[in-house]
């Protein structure tokens, strides 16, 4: 059996970072790597784009996403209705959300439906190749601020990543109105006698972290654990702190066991829920306090904790279906986590 090929190597061998491939009217350079794909054991979501982009010369930040799955697969999840074009300004910690394949002006998905896809494929239907490549603008999808910046991309299908890449947008142009960036809220953590959610500290539904990466994270998302909890998300990290962690003056907020707690550094989080051919996921942003009692400088390992019912206070509900998690944190996307709700 071949060796199974990764979503990075496919980037790397695949996709070349010429402008004809990015900037030309012509697809046929595109499409030429579907029929390239079909011959490699790759399943899955691969992208590349241009490293650097200089803004006086491009009006456009395009981005080649090809995906390869089987017969099967494409009956389980639609792939395309499930898309998100995930993006993290790695100097705003921003992050923007978009549909690649969706079509605004119809409200419909770009995706192509047959009748035999609603019935499930059996024998050599069920094992078929399915490659796709197609070259989509970030800017437009994601309605990014045309002003220098460096940004992570990934695409997720429901629980299926892409490789991460990286493009810097330099130069300067005359000024823009930039959209209000998405804010990271704190929530204040539950009284003592009140509860234990929301609470920072680690507790025993904390996840436990691989060490060794520079940043390391893990979630879990548990249903309905109780009567009074809708959707319990604990979650842990290690960062290494930089200047945009470092609050202007530590203060201090009480926590769940009655104690004040010295608010050293504060990480920005996002959680992303999205259920089964939905590319619109459920968005938190939420800042989860680094309690110490030394201060925190740049350069310093930090870890942090949090659980939480995620949908108190907000206008989301359960509905039933099938769910993924990915928590995203200083540009990484870490998941998926599975879970259901009947």
Known sequence: MKNVILSEDVAKEFIPLVNAMFFSDDEDEVKKLIYELSGINF?????????????????????????????????????????SLIATNLETREIFFGRPFWDPETETSLEEIDEVKYQKPEGGQAVSILSDATRVDARKVLGLPWTPGRYRFNVVSFDWISNSVDVALEGTVPEEMVPPASVSRLIEPAKSGDGYLPTYLRVSSSPKLQTGASTAADVTVTPKPNPHTQLLVSGSF??????????????????????????????????????KNSSIPYRFDWKIPIYSERPIKPGDRVEGYFSLDAFRGTEYYLIAGDYVAYLIIEGQIFGPTSYCIT
């Open 43 to 83: 399943y899955g979501i691969s992208i590349n784009c241009l490293p650097k982009i200089e803004l006086k010369e491009e009006t456009s930040l395009p981005i080649i996403i090809v995906t390869q799955e089987s017969g099967l697969r494409a009956w389980q999840v639609s792939l395309k209705s499930s898309c």
């Open 238 to 275: 290690s960062v290494i702190a930089d200047e945009t962690h470092l609050p202007f003056v530590a203060y201090n907020i009480p926590e769940i066991d009655g104690v004040d707690k010295n608010v050293a550094a504060a990480v920005p989080v996002t959680l992303a829920l999205f259920v």
